[in-house]
């Protein structure tokens, strides 16, 4: 456990490194004409959209009236499909992992219901994400009996200029708790809107995408009485995915 969360932070912090002053200049896509540009702009919605659509890192079940799940988590993001309209993008090399640090809540409520929150913003560049979701627990799982829920959750983008980008998402998810310890499996899918107001693109041409990505992820839940800790690997798009949470759990 100890080892996941030293490679993490060492990948987090080469990354940072390589995305040190980065910012995105849609006029840049332009210069290619726009065939180009469209089939660019497709590949990073969709490396964007694997990076940050909704992650849960958490099992299935219920938190409860009276619980919390509250940590700090760390996601990274194969985007190296999208390395040519990133590169054209910002003038800068693609880093080949996406990190995506964040600050999450999570919110038990009555009837076996979850809401939850994250905010990030990625450390050297301007994009700034906000998520939320709703989850219900059909199955809330105990000693003996496993859970099973449904996650209904949306992000949304910011911070690039003339961009507009968000995702939707359903998931299904089953965990089985043992003392302390909770693997978890789920599959959904993902809906992505990714659009520019940027003048040059539009005269050129250039249209938003909006689309679909399937998603499955497994992951397993330590909880040690209140610190807790979780990791999880995402295919989303055929993307993939590794996050990590550390934080209290009860």
């Given amino acids: 456990m100890k080892k996941s969360l030293v490679l993490l932070a060492v990948l987090g912090c080469y990354s940072?490194?390589?995305?040190?002053?980065?910012?995105?200049n849609l006029n840049n896509l332009a210069a290619g004409g726009l065939a180009a540009a469209q089939a660019d702009f497709?590949?990073?919605?969709?490396?964007?959209?694997?990076?940050?659509?909704y992650k849960p890192v958490t099992p299935a079940a219920a938190l409860g009236?009276?619980?919390?799940?509250?940590?700090?988590?760390?996601?990274?993001?194969?985007?190296?499909?999208?390395?040519?309209?990133w590169n054209t993008l910002t003038g800068t090399t693609s880093p080949k992992t996406l990190p995506v640090p964040k600050l999450t809540i999570a919110k038990g409520l009555p009837f076996g219901i979850d809401i939850s929150a994250f905010y990030t913003a990625i450390p050297t560049t301007n994009i700034k994400l906000t998520g939320a979701a709703l989850s219900y627990a059909i199955l809330e799982g105990d000693a003996l009996e496993p859970a099973l829920a449904v996650r209904a959750a949306m992000t949304n983008l910011s911070g690039i200029s003339e961009f507009s980008f968000s995702t939707r998402s359903l998931d299904v998810s089953f965990s089985k708790g043992f003392v302390g310890f909770t693997p978890y499996i789920g599959a959904g899918q993902v809906w992505v809107d990714s659009s520019t107001s940027n003048a040059t693109l539009t005269t050129l041409g250039l249209k938003g995408e909006a689309f679909t990505q399937s998603k499955v992820f497994a992951g397993?839940?330590?909880?040690?009485?209140?610190?807790?800790?979780?990791?999880?690997?995402?295919?989303?798009?055929?993307?993939?995915?590794?996050?990590?949470?550390?934080?209290?759990?009860?």
Avoid: C
């Fill in 220 to 250: 397993f839940n330590i909880n040690l009485g209140l610190p807790n800790f979780a990791i999880e690997a995402d295919q989303t798009g055929g993307i993939a995915t590794y996050s990590a949470k550390l934080g209290f759990r009860w």
């Fill in 42 to 53: 497709r590949l990073l919605s969709e490396d964007f959209g694997a990076a940050m659509s």
């Fill in 16 to 24: 940072q490194s390589s995305l040190a002053a980065t910012t995105f």
């Fill in 65 to 85: 009236i009276t619980g919390f799940d509250i940590g700090v988590e760390v996601s990274g993001t194969d985007i190296s499909k999208s390395a040519t309209a």
